[in-house]
């Protein structure tokens, strides 16, 4: 079956990094796309960025753009997202989604069909 779980959060002061990892299963990363999503308290979700095969890597998110790295590693089935310079506006639970079996890819407005997600791992960013 399809899997997806997310790891890698915790607790860190603002200017701190991260790095979450989506390990999936019952799919291959050869074909199928993951992307990342954020919700904070009280909001809405987030998209942050999309990867897929060839290493193509988009991102959707203003708020994220030069610190945050999508980045894939085939082999151990694995997606990750490496956050830097860490902003207490950041915290939220960040959750991993795959588009199986739509194959659509990272292209726009694709986001509705990553229906299959993590259980998220949880970031808090202090001040």
């Known amino acids: 079956q399809v899997q997806l779980v997310e790891s890698g959060g915790g607790l860190v002061h603002t200017g701190g990094s991260l790095r979450l990892s989506c390990v999936v299963s019952?799919?291959?990363?050869?074909?199928?796309?993951v992307r990342w999503f954020r919700q904070a308290p009280g909001q809405e979700r987030e998209g942050i960025g999309c990867?897929?095969?060839?290493?193509?890597?988009?991102y959707n998110s203003d708020s994220v753009q030069g610190r945050f790295i999508i980045g894939r590693d085939v082999a151990k089935n694995t997606v990750y997202l490496q956050m830097n310079d860490l902003k207490v506006e950041d915290t939220g639970i960040y959750y991993c989604?795959?588009?199986?079996?739509?194959?659509?890819?990272?292209?726009?407005?694709?986001?509705?069909?990553?229906?299959?997600w993590g259980q998220g791992t949880q970031v808090t960013v202090s001040s």
């Open positions: 989604a795959t588009d199986f079996p739509a194959l659509l890819g990272c292209v726009k407005n694709s986001e509705s069909a990553f229906h299959l």
């Open positions: 019952g799919f291959t990363l050869d074909f199928y796309a």
């Open positions: 990867a897929t095969s060839g290493d193509y890597i988009v």
